[in-house]
């Protein structure tokens, strides 16, 4: 069997957090290190606050039962750590933008009955539940569990905490990122879960509330693994609670239960002593495998899901929003508002905002940046507790940024209309450099590209995307169809009639695609005899489908290769395509991209002004998704191969490639590049972080607007 640190580190969690989540798991020393604090005796007495001295609070001042602080207090089980202000927020914010706080997990190998578990413990800073809208559940500090039993070097089962029970899956059940467990952490709360929860709401029904876990945030940087040695340090054995929230001891059990106190730390649980306790409150509530399933708790009516519209207002930020419920909703009394910057170091805030009238207006009170950009994800709040499905919006610097307009296109290719977007330039005089859009596998203008389209045209270059023939809001029949030439002869429709306007530079005209739309796009440059594209940037492009198919299980690739030769037979006798998933979370045998956080990707950056009006379909006003190619496409992709004609390629080229990705490899894309002439770049992520708001785009932006500016400005 391998060393329990190199088990330990191979399977950590990989962390999904919910849109309006506001505190992570992190180091426990944010709780004895955040200026303020102090560790308080049972009578309330001061017994050390934070500081670098010997003998001021820090993490290695706790000490295990029966010992004595390094001061020479005696340790009692009554102690407790108390953050020093109650606007925890702020308190949080300051502590973990300092170096070595953030994202951090601890492990520890224990042995029980003959058999091993990994397990995990993850601290919080503060449980921001507010369950019943009415603030139940709130408490400082929160400490979490995630147990994995091995059967020797891989675990056979995983065990999630979720509040006063848990739940376990065999680990083939057990979605993973890599060999990773993908933990889904509920907003607030913090329970631990399998998935994103009911199909829209992401909701899970607990005893006693909602969990809401849709899954669309994972924080800046992987989180890091510290080790627990054995014996154990005193501050993970210390019998005083982490935080100073008492547990009401009166009212009825539910009340009880919801309204829980400050957590003691990992080594005074059951299950630090007995790692199979967990497992047993899973089965005692019917969620481990073999245990009889209990019926699931109803659910209440969905909230409507907020219309926003954020505006700047002086130093704050304004929502001007609409909560009318549609039929079978229910009004919000409040919104959650998430308010994040990717230009400070700061961790999000979450506000919840108390509504008068079905729609109206409120301020976000807090003062930001006129020189930062600002992310919001909303949510209708119940009175119940339940959540509606989050709302994106995104809020530009103020200074020098203008409103975004797009205007809708329409242009011909072949005998067919594709439809687009063009979102001109801010600030620039035309006739406008341009840059249209190559997308990627079976993706719409709903997908990422609307993101990338206004973050390029705020670079200063006009930008058309465009939905090819088959999907999205263009035409053509059969829907969904995915064929690599006639996507190029779109590509090459749209550099036409951008040719054709008085307002672009028919000189200065560039293609960026990513993925599947990498390779379009170098397929573009190659096949282009008139000089038409003047460069050229692809984003982890396909370059060889021959080598995508490594990277899937055996199963897997033969299931689609028999779906494929089933669906070009009916296509022969003139039937209707054989559907397939295109995307779906790790592992989803049935779907043809799960790997490197594909699911994610898709469900975070779809366009903010539509909805998943049910499974697998996306509205938005202008265009819509849906997750499903045909089968017989998923084999002509595979055989698409832009390698063959990378040494034709004339104009400037940047290529953009991720060095952890196992959808379009890295070793076929360097030699492609080679072949080319390329300028190459790798990044340190996998394949879906290049298009990430809160991953890789931004650099990738960067990098793009560099390349373009100096090959068409």
């Known amino acids: ?241 982490w935080g100073d929230t008492e547990q009401p001891t009166e009212g009825p059990k539910p009340y009880r239960e919801i309204s829980s106190g400050s957590p003691t730390g990992p080594g005074r649980k059951k299950h630090w002593t007995d790692p199979g306790w967990l497992l047993r409150k899973a089965e005692e509530v019917g969620r481990a495998p073999g245990a009889t399933a209990r019926r699931p708790p109803a659910v209440p009516p969905t909230p409507s899901r907020p219309k926003l519209a954020p505006q700047r207002k002086d130093k704050r930020l304004q929502l001007a929003y609409d909560v009318a419920p549609a039929a079978g909703e229910q009004r919000p009394s409040h919104l959650l508002v998430t308010l994040n910057s990717p230009d400070d170091p700061f961790p999000p805030k979450t506000f919840r905002l108390e509504l008068g009238a079905d729609s109206g207006t409120v301020e976000v009170p807090f003062d930001v940046d006129p020189n930062h950009r600002y992310e919001l994800r ?100 059969p829907r969904q169809a995915l064929r690599p030439r006639r996507q190029d002869e779109d590509i090459g429709a749209a550099i036409a009639y951008l040719r054709g306007r008085d307002d672009v530079d028919p000189a200065r005209i560039a293609v960026w695609g990513s993925s599947l739309g990498g390779g379009l796009a170098m397929d573009a440059a190659a096949a282009d005899s008139g000089g038409h594209i003047a460069a050229v940037v692809a984003v982890v492009p396909q370059v060889d489908g021959l080598t995508n198919l490594p990277g899937a299980q055996l199963g897997k690739r033969l299931r689609f290769m028999a779906a494929g030769a089933i669906d070009a037979l009916g296509r022969l006798a003139g039937g209707p395509p054989l559907l397939v998933q295109a995307f779906g979370p790790e592992p989803t045998p049935r779907a043809v991209l799960d790997r490197d956080n594909a699911w994610h990707a898709l469900t975070e950056e779809m366009h903010p002004g539509g909805r998943w009006v049910r499974p697998g379909v996306y509205e938005a006003q202008e265009s819509s998704f849906r997750n499903e190619v045909p089968a017989r496409d998923v084999l002509g992709t595979a055989l698409y191969r832009p390698i063959r004609r990378a040494r034709r390629i004339r104009c400037p080229l940047l290529m953009i490639i991720a060095s952890k990705d196992t959808i379009t490899p890295p070793a076929p894309q360097r030699k492609a590049a080679a072949q080319a002439g390329a300028t190459l770049v790798e990044l340190p992520c996998s394949h879906f972080d290049p298009f990430r708001a809160a991953a890789q785009l931004p650099e990738v932006i960067a990098r793009s607007a560099e390349f373009l500016g100096a090959h068409l400005v």
């Open 1 to 241: 069997m391998a060393d329990g640190r190199s088990l330990l580190e191979e399977f950590k969690p990989f962390l999904r957090y919910d849109s309006n989540e506001g505190y992570f798991a992190d180091s426990a020393a944010e709780m004895t290190d955040a200026a303020g604090n102090v560790l308080l005796s049972a009578e309330g007495a001061t017994i050390a606050g934070a500081g670098p001295g010997e003998h001021d609070l820090r993490l290695g001042f706790l000490a295990a039962p029966g010992g004595s602080y390094a001061n020479g207090a005696p340790v009692t089980a009554g102690d407790r750590l108390s953050i020093a202000s109650r606007d925890y927020s702020d308190q949080y914010r300051a502590i973990r933008a300092k170096p070595g706080y953030a994202n951090v997990v601890y492990g520890r190998v224990a042995e029980a009955d003959g058999v091993t578990w990994l397990q995990y413990w993850l601290w919080y800073f503060y449980n921001d539940l507010r369950a019943l809208a009415i603030g139940l559940g709130l408490h400082e500090g929160d400490w979490e569990g995630i147990p994995l039993r091995m059967d020797g070097d891989e675990p056979d089962l995983a065990v999630y905490a979720q509040h006063a029970y848990a739940e376990a899956r065999a680990w083939s059940r057990v979605e993973r990122h890599g060999r990773r467990p993908v933990v889904y952490v509920a907003q607030g709360s913090h329970g631990s879960y399998f998935d994103d929860g009911l199909p829209l709401t992401h909701w899970h029904r607990t005893e006693h509330f909602i969990d809401r876990t849709d899954g669309k945030v994972t924080p800046k940087g992987d989180v890091s693994l510290e080790v627990l040695p054995e014996p154990a340090p005193g501050w993970a054995l210390w019998p005083g609670r």
């Open 378 to 477: 909303t949510s209708g709040l119940a009175p119940d507790g339940a959540l509606s499905e989050s709302v994106p919006a995104e809020v530009p610097p103020a200074e020098g940024q203008g409103p975004v307009t797009t205007q809708r296109v329409t242009f011909p290719s072949g005998s067919l209309a594709c439809r687009g977007w063009l979102t001109p330039p801010q600030g620039v005089a035309p006739p406008w450099p341009a840059v249209v859009l190559a997308h990627g596998f079976g993706a719409t203008h709903a997908f990422h590209y609307w993101r990338v389209g206004e973050r390029l045209a705020a670079t200063g270059f006009a930008v058309l995307d465009f939905d090819p023939r088959h999907v999205g809001a263009s035409e053509g029949e």
